[in-house]
């Protein structure tokens, strides 16, 4: 027993076991994470010729669907490995998903972040109670060092995105959105490391399997597109793009298999289009949204996606931004 | 007939008659209006030791409260003087919700506007096909000019707020938040004209006698407060204050007859703690409120009214601003 959490995860194909472990997400994350509201606008249905309807994760505990994948990781310990704790590597959403997760579960949080992190996101990190640890770049890798501390520390190490559990937990965004939009035709999921739309297309698999399902990354940072194009794991070392959650360097060994599985395509969007449709959210829809966050809504508003006449759900997956960015005068 | 809207109100203190008036204003809502989402927080309910609802019309149909009255009184109209069209005076919200609600219900529509008006007013106006009518301030006032159009072309003048019918569908955003989050025992809510405050003190007495209503201006606008303690009308010339939507100079007679008769008491807050609840709603809520908008909120969270241990409403008034005033480098 390393107190590593054991992946134990159902093959990529079989959709059944995933969808088995969607409903018990599900189940734990009644209640306590926000049902977020689907926000439909007139303007964006009159500019695309689409129904549109936003899942707004940004509107989540925390400001990000991040909550539910770390908030169900942890629920699925057992007590001992709970109460003994847990650890995760990032400097961005995930950290913050963990730390206020695991403290609401009564777990102690180490969180690994770069010690170059902008002073807010470690005070962010604090304000839910975990202890930071500063990784050393030079030494050893970011998550090595999380896996060390979880080895010496016995600690459950909480993966970004790569973990059955988290993808379940992100799963239930989507789950909510089919229940609330009915039936859609189109499903626009921003993809980073591939824990949202892993979660997402199983999702739309159990409610919706006509639903097609297209993910959408920063043009800089388009690994998943090579990937999903060339079938094998493309990696890209930090992809220079302002969507920070879309930097990871590649999908993970379970997230691209259940996208090559299940996802009917996927595209890209130059940053120049995340900014103008973060700056339209906020002046016609009065919400914020980070630039990961309107990765699908981008590909959308500039015609990436053809959706004509189709019923289209949108995954906003976040708001944690500079507020300094939605100024026009920037 | 001058096709100006008769007033033809009840009596303030006829209570029934005006919910009557309320709950027919509603029926003609329906469909129309956004149901706007009343929106908690628990970091919120934490720091004020109360549990809070937002009553979020920022996320109203062009960005604010005023579409409701706005479309009430257009509704309100004979078909005849509908289809001769409408006019208003107003430079913020009033306008675009007059220019909004006439050009879905068929009426042509003219805004007088003063020729200083910032562009993107001008545009947002036009957007919504109005007619744009410049006043010339040394000659006459902007309200005379709208009256003067009104006579010489046959239009029916809507009032920003002094009218039954404004107050009647300003009402129903308080009513819905009465209806989803349950009784309240105060209700905070932001003070220009008074039109919105009349109507949301008459949707209390309606649907929650018990609720306090409290209503909030900005320091430097203070006349409603100051009205409301003297017991006499009390105006301010042109209010120095970035709550845009409560420079108006004075409450309206018929507005401060409702609000002497049902408000609770009224306070104010400064600028500087309107600024720092937009910037907390936007980094905390993702969500973009204006100065105006902000008034209740500002007044709970700086403990101007004490509500601890209370279920509090707030109602958000609207999300119109320069985003770049959220941005905390400004």
Redesign the interface.
Same mark, same amino acid.
């Given at each position: 027993m390393t107190g590593v959490l054991r992946p134990d995860a159902p093959a990529a194909g079989d959709a059944a076991a995933w969808i088995h472990r969607l409903g018990e997400a599900r189940a734990r994350l009644a209640g306590v994470a926000h049902r977020t =509201?689907v926000?439909t606008s @007139?303007t964006l249905d009159a500019d695309t010729g689409a129904q549109v309807f936003l899942k707004?994760e $940004? +509107?989540q @505990?925390m400001?990000a669907f991040k909550f539910r994948g770390a908030w169900n990781a942890i629920a699925c310990l057992t007590p001992a490995a709970r109460h003994r704790g847990v650890v995760a590597y990032s400097s961005g959403n995930h950290a913050q998903a963990v730390a206020l997760a695991a403290r609401e579960q009564g777990a102690p949080c180490v969180i690994v972040m770069p010690s170059t992190a902008p002073a807010v996101k470690l005070e962010a990190t604090r304000g839910y109670g975990a202890e930071l640890a500063f990784h050393d770049q030079a030494s050893e890798g970011r998550e090595e060092m999380a896996e060390r501390l979880a080895r010496e520390r016995r600690l459950s190490l909480i993966p970004p995105f790569d973990h059955p559990d988290v993808i379940a937990g992100q799963g239930s965004a989507a789950a909510e959105l089919f229940e609330d939009a009915g039936p859609l035709d189109l499903l626009l999921v921003p993809v980073g490391g591939g824990g949202l739309i892993s979660g997402s297309v199983l999702a739309a698999r159990a409610q919706c399997p006509s639903c097609r399902v297209i993910g959408v990354e920063p043009e800089a940072g388009d690994d998943g597109v090579r990937s999903f194009r060339s079938g094998t794991l493309v990696h890209i070392e930090a992809p220079n793009t302002i969507a920070d959650g879309a930097r990871t360097p590649s999908l993970g060994r379970l997230t691209f298999a259940i996208v090559r599985a299940y996802v009917s395509d996927m595209t890209t969007v130059p940053d120049a289009a995340l900014l103008d449709s973060m @700056?339209w959210a /906020?002046?016609r829809?009065? +919400?914020?949204?980070e630039p990961t966050g309107v990765l699908g809504l981008a590909a959308l508003r500039t015609g990436k996606v053809e959706a004509h006449g189709l019923r289209v759900g949108v995954l906003i997956s976040g708001?944690n931004v500079d +507020? /300094?960015s +939605?100024? =026009? @005068? $920037?």
């Open positions: =509201p926000v @007139r707004c $940004n +509107l @505990r400001g @700056r /906020a002046e829809l009065k +919400l914020v949204m708001g +507020l /300094a +939605l100024s =026009p @005068r $920037n």
